[in-house]
């Protein structure tokens, strides 16, 4: 489906966004966004490392990377992957990769053991750390090292939080360890057996200050419960209390949704 551009009024810049008929097609299309970030790299066109995201919407991405990766001739393939260096927006404090609940141990599942990554070219927080302060001094300092983001994709919060950043959240907010909303730990507590209380109460995550200094930002979104949320943080003013909106300050935001997410837009 081809993109289209959402005009949100006289003043505001329009915002590029591809809507498919669902999460599968959404999830092809968004790995091939990835793909060509590799791409890039590969070729030496981009220095600046991919920013991913864990959660059920990049299930069907990542399902799909490793397809387009598998089709690809081995030699491609070998060459695409030698270059690969990505960082993480987000960890749990208190849960490390031998923990499956970690978003460590979520993408070694979905591609470091798939495709064969080193650990040191798939950068997350450290959860396991003694001080998650330091942790996220020390992450944003090796974000920085890399060069800054590239393509960094996000997910959306039901609360409309990106990564971490729970509302209310400046467009300032650096990485930094940040309390868990309870509607937050409402949210991902499927993976915690149903259960709320058993979601970590802190993580660390990369602020929208590093977000808003990527090189661009691919915002993916699907499901029906996405889409009143979705409407708010394209169509409210920018506001502490939908952190998503600041997204719309980068001149290079994309946001893919599938149908039912982009139903009220
Ligand atoms: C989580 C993560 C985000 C994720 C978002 C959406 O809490 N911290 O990085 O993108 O919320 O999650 P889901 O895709 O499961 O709806």
Redesign the pocket.
């Known amino acids: 489906m081809p993109s289209t551009s959402l005009e949100l009024g006289p003043s505001a810049a329009p915002i590029r966004l591809a809507v498919e008929p669902g999460p599968e097609a959404l999830g092809r299309r968004v790995a091939g966004l990835l793909l060509a970030a590799l791409r890039d790299r590969a070729l030496g066109l981009s220095q600046r490392p991919l920013g991913l995201?864990?959660?059920?919407?990049?299930?069907p991405v990542y399902a799909a990377l490793r397809q387009a990766l598998a089709a690809l001739p081995a030699g491609e393939r070998t060459e695409l992957l030698a270059h690969w260096r990505s960082f993480?927006?987000?960890e749990y404090v208190g849960l490390g990769p031998a923990d499956p609940r970690s978003?460590a141990a979520t993408m070694a599942a979905a591609l470091g053991e798939p495709l064969g990554l080193a650990p040191a070219q798939l950068c997350l927080p450290d959860g396991l750390t003694a001080d998650p302060e330091a942790e996220a001094h020390r992450y944003a300092a090796a974000i920085t090292d890399a060069g800054g983001l590239g393509l960094q994709l996000?997910?959306?919060?039901?609360n409309g939080?990106?990564?971490?950043n729970e509302p209310p959240c400046g467009p300032q907010a650096a990485c930094r360890c940040v309390l868990?909303a309870a509607a937050?730990r409402q949210?991902?507590a499927?993976g915690f057996g149903d259960d709320p209380a058993a979601v970590p109460e802190r993580?660390i995550?990369v602020g929208l200050k590093e977000l808003l200094e990527a090189e661009r930002l691919v915002l993916?979104?699907?499901?029906g419960?996405?889409a009143e949320i979705l409407r708010r943080v394209l169509r409210e003013p920018p506001s502490p209390e939908l952190p998503a909106s600041w997204l719309r300050r980068h001149p290079r935001l994309q946001v893919l949704a599938d149908a039912e997410a982009a139903a009220l837009l």
């Open positions: 995201a864990t959660g059920r919407t990049m299930e993480n927006l987000d978003f996000l997910g959306l919060g039901s939080h990106v990564g971490f868990l937050t949210q991902n499927p993580a995550t993916v979104v699907s499901g419960a996405k």
